[in-house]
């Protein structure tokens, strides 16, 4: 059966490979992936999966970081104008972008495999050197890039789908396909495992495309992950004439300002790695006026969860504190959340062996955990499914890689796109054969 998930692998390459690219062309940030969900959805339709999208798998007020209505308005109708499947259209709109493909065949374990499907801000890059441009298939979207690889996640969900339809037979218990909106900024997975669609997961995994190292093909599992919470900060203030009556007014830049210099005062921890950035700051309308709204998009992380809530309890006391100096008012809304990366040891144990027996052309590393070094809210799918009694795991999918991760030049080897669901597909028969 591994030989011939093996050759299915090859046999659907290049189909793999186009629908990667399609994705790439389209690109839809976090929330406004209508499209890309459409076209998922249509595709496990037509393998016979059963399709949920939208509010059969989310919470609608769990999501987070959503953009403004109006931008979700006029992406739902650039996605119309570019062609979407209407019977999923209405279900997917507005930001209700989840999807997830389910087949059940009498008793056995219940499983779930995550692809997230969203794209970053960011331009893609227009040189001769950048593979996507000159094949003609970098994104027509302005300000939308996959550049963290979410497009070959997408493809390699849809080919590992068409596969175990392939062996449908020989599989006994339940798959869960899910194809997670908003993963840039942690904001789409925390609204799936909250409407409950996770409590019945016996193992659930998913993979990130990372650059190769030496000649690997997978880490088993990820740690060194920061846990993070993302939150935006709006003080509001009163403005009043910057000569005449400064007395007056309620400086809500003054506010934000010392909210700044004080989030980079927090003190370290010795209990391990913490971060805190502010990466934007808006304020003020003139020269002459008393500043009257300030806003600050800023994060906070922590190599455990109990860090990150350190750095989150301390930084919420500075904001308040900093509102308090200058008698303004704050709002603090949370626009993502995750926790660090739990992966279960004896179910990287077990997809080792299964490795060691049936995929053995594969290179792995002896250890099997890897540094993620950043985040994913993969981890709110991982926690629930654990404190279920499940097990969980993230892996590592290597492949070379131009350039580097969010950035304008990133690309990967697409042989990454064959690999993929032949590892999937392989995990999830191993477990359910
Ligand atoms: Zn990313
Ligand atoms: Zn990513």
């Avoid at 496990?44 to 308005?73: A, C, F, S």
């Avoid at 999923?88 to 972008?97: E, L, N, Q, R």
Wanted: aromatic share 8%.
């Amino acid at each position: 059966m591994y030989q011939q998930i093996k050759e299915l692998s090859e046999k659907y390459y290049t189909e793999t490979i186009n629908i990667r690219r399609n994705i790439h062309k389209y690109a839809e940030r976090g929330w406004l992936e209508t499209r890309t969900a459409c076209m998922i959805a249509t595709k496990l339709d037509e393998l016979g999966y059963e399709v949920l999208t939208g509010k059969d798998i989310m919470n609608k007020d769990d999501r987070m970081g959503l953009p403004h209505e109006r931008v979700l308005q006029l992406n739902d109708r650039r996605a119309f104008k570019e062609g979407v499947n209407e019977k999923y259209f209405d279900k997917v709109k507005s930001g209700m972008t989840a999807v997830a493909g389910i087949y059940k065949n009498g008793q056995g374990p219940t499983i779930a495999l995550r692809f997230d499907i969203d794209a970053l801000g960011l331009i893609e890059d227009t040189s001769s050197q950048h593979f996507p441009y000159k094949e003609k298939f970098s994104s027509c979207h302005l300000e939308a890039m996959h550049a963290c690889g979410h497009d070959g996640h997408t493809a390699i969900g849809l080919t590992t789908a068409k596969i175990l339809m392939n062996i449908k037979e020989s599989i006994h218990g339940t798959i869960k396909l899910i194809f997670q909106p908003a993963e840039e900024g942690v904001r789409g997975a925390k609204c799936i495992a909250e409407s409950g669609f996770l409590d019945d997961v016996d193992y659930i995994f998913a993979a990130h495309i990372m650059p190769q190292v030496a000649d690997y093909d997978l880490y088993l599992g990820m740690n060194e992950s920061f846990a993070t919470t993302k939150l935006d900060v709006i003080f509001h203030g009163v403005s009043t004439h910057a000569a005449e009556s400064p007395q007056f007014g309620k400086n809500a830049l003054l506010s934000a300002a010392n909210c700044i210099l004080n989030l980079h005062s927090i003190p370290r921890n010795s209990d391990g790695q913490t971060r805190v950035n502010v990466g934007t700051v808006h304020a003020g309308t003139s020269r002459n006026v008393i500043p009257e709204t300030a806003k600050l998009e800023i994060e906070v992380r922590g190599v455990t969860t109990e860090l990150n809530r350190y750095m989150e309890m301390y930084a919420r006391d500075i904001i308040n504190a900093s509102a308090l100096m200058h008698d303004t008012v704050v709002e603090i809304n949370e626009m993502g959340k995750a926790y660090a990366l739990e992966c279960d040891k004896d179910f990287m144990t077990q997809i080792r062996s299964l490795c060691q027996q049936h995929l053995n052309d594969l290179k792995l590393p002896k250890e099997n955990l890897s540094p993620l070094g950043g985040s994913d809210d993969f981890s709110y799918m991982m926690a629930r499914v654990q404190a279920h009694g499940g097990k969980a795991t993230y892996m590592k999918l290597l492949t070379p890689i131009k350039s580097s991760p969010h950035n304008t030049t990133f690309d990967f080897d697409e042989s990454v796109l064959k690999k993929g669901p032949r590892i999937f597909a392989s995990i999830a028969y191993y477990l359910m054969k």
